[in-house]
C-alpha cells in the first residue's frame, strides 16, 4: 500500500546526481501500524485506518485504548483511513514503514495549512487596495465595493471578504521522492508541503503522477 502517516520535519537542500541542489521538504514518515481494516460486505467500502506516533497511554481515551488493544497496538497518537484497490490486502495490526516509497516516485501530501487569524482582503486574496493619493487617507487597504446598490441590491453569495485565513485542509500534488532513510524513517519531497514544522501529513501515491510524466516527457 503506497501510503503512510508522517510528521513535518523542516526544510533543507539536497545535491542531485548532476551537482545541483534541490529544495527539499524532510518528514518524518511513520512507522505506521494498520489498526482497523474495513470492508464492502461490512462497511460498504474497502479501507484501512493507520495509526501513527506511539505516546503514553494517560493521553488516549478509554475508548482509543480498547480499539487498539484489540490488534495489541501500542498507544498511537493520531489514527487516519485510506482507500484499497481491490488488488491490496492488509492484516490488523501490520507494520508499514517509510521504505514503501522509493526515490523517483510522485507523491501527494495532504497537510493543514498555517493559521493566519482574522485577516483582510489584501493578505487573504492579493487584494490590490484603494489609492494612495487624492484624499484617500484611510482607504489603502479596504475591499472596495462588495455589491450594487438599487441593482441587484444584495451582496453575492460567496464574495471575497475579510476573514479567517488559513487551517485549512491542503493537498500538494506530483512531489517527486528524493530521498528515503528507512534506518531513521525519514523522507524527503522536492519543495514545500503544507502546514508548519511538526505537523501532521498523510503521504500518499500520486493521483495524477502518469499524466505529469506525460506533459514532462518521461518514461
Given at each position: 500500500?503506497k501510503?503512510?502517516?508522517?510528521?513535518?520535519?523542516?526544510?533543507?537542500?539536497?545535491?542531485?546526481?548532476?551537482?545541483?541542489?534541490?529544495?527539499?521538504?524532510?518528514?518524518?514518515?511513520?512507522?505506521?501500524?494498520?489498526?482497523?481494516?474495513?470492508?464492502?460486505e461490512?462497511?460498504?467500502?474497502?479501507?484501512a485506518?493507520?495509526?501513527?506516533?506511539?505516546?503514553?497511554?494517560?493521553?488516549?481515551?478509554a475508548?482509543?485504548?480498547?480499539?487498539?488493544?484489540?490488534?495489541?497496538?501500542?498507544?498511537?497518537?493520531?489514527?487516519?483511513?485510506?482507500?484499497l484497490?481491490?488488488?491490496?490486502?492488509?492484516?490488523?495490526?501490520?507494520?508499514?514503514?517509510?521504505?514503501?516509497?522509493?526515490?523517483?516516485?510522485?507523491?501527494?501530501?495532504?497537510?493543514?495549512?498555517?493559521?493566519?487569524?482574522?485577516?483582510?482582503?489584501?493578505?487573504?486574496?492579493?487584494f490590490?487596495?484603494?489609492?494612495?493619493?487624492?484624499?484617500?487617507?484611510?482607504?489603502?487597504?479596504?475591499?472596495?465595493?462588495?455589491?450594487?446598490?438599487?441593482?441587484?441590491?444584495?451582496?453575492w453569495?460567496?464574495?471575497?471578504?475579510?476573514?479567517?485565513?488559513?487551517?485549512?485542509?491542503?493537498?500538494?500534488?506530483?512531489?517527486?521522492?528524493?530521498?528515503?532513510?528507512?534506518?531513521?524513517?525519514?523522507?524527503?519531497?522536492?519543495?514545500?508541503?503544507?502546514?508548519?514544522?511538526?505537523?501532521?501529513?498523510?503521504?500518499?501515491?500520486?493521483?495524477?503522477?502518469?499524466?505529469?510524466?506525460?506533459?514532462?516527457?518521461?518514461?
Amino acid at each position: 500500500m503506497k501510503a503512510i502517516l508522517g510528521k513535518k520535519v523542516g526544510m533543507t537542500q539536497i545535491f542531485n546526481e548532476s551537482g545541483e541542489a534541490v529544495p527539499v521538504t524532510v518528514m518524518e514518515a511513520g512507522p505506521c501500524y494498520v489498526t482497523q481494516i474495513k470492508t464492502l460486505e461490512k462497511d460498504g467500502y474497502r479501507a484501512a485506518q493507520l495509526g501513527f506516533e506511539e505516546v503514553k497511554a494517560r493521553k488516549l481515551s478509554a475508548g482509543e485504548k480498547g480499539h487498539l488493544n484489540q490488534s495489541d497496538l501500542p498507544p498511537l497518537r493520531h489514527l487516519r483511513e485510506v482507500p484499497l484497490s481491490e488488488d491490496e490486502d492488509l492484516e490488523e495490526g501490520q507494520r508499514i514503514a517509510v521504505d514503501v516509497f522509493e526515490v523517483g516516485e510522485y507523491v501527494d501530501i495532504v497537510g493543514v495549512s498555517k493559521g493566519r487569524g482574522f485577516a483582510g482582503g489584501v493578505k487573504r486574496y492579493g487584494f490590490a487596495g484603494g489609492p494612495k493619493t487624492h484624499g484617500q487617507s484611510d482607504r489603502h487597504r479596504a475591499p472596495g465595493s462588495i455589491g450594487g446598490t438599487t441593482h441587484t441590491s444584495k451582496v453575492w453569495k460567496g464574495q471575497r471578504m475579510p476573514g479567517r485565513m488559513g487551517n485549512e485542509r491542503v493537498t500538494a500534488q506530483n512531489l517527486r521522492v528524493e530521498m528515503v532513510d528507512p534506518e531513521r524513517n525519514l523522507l524527503a519531497v522536492h519543495g514545500s508541503v503544507p502546514g508548519a514544522r511538526g505537523g501532521l501529513v498523510e503521504i500518499k501515491r500520486a493521483r495524477k503522477s502518469s499524466e505529469l510524466r506525460k506533459m514532462r516527457g518521461e518514461s
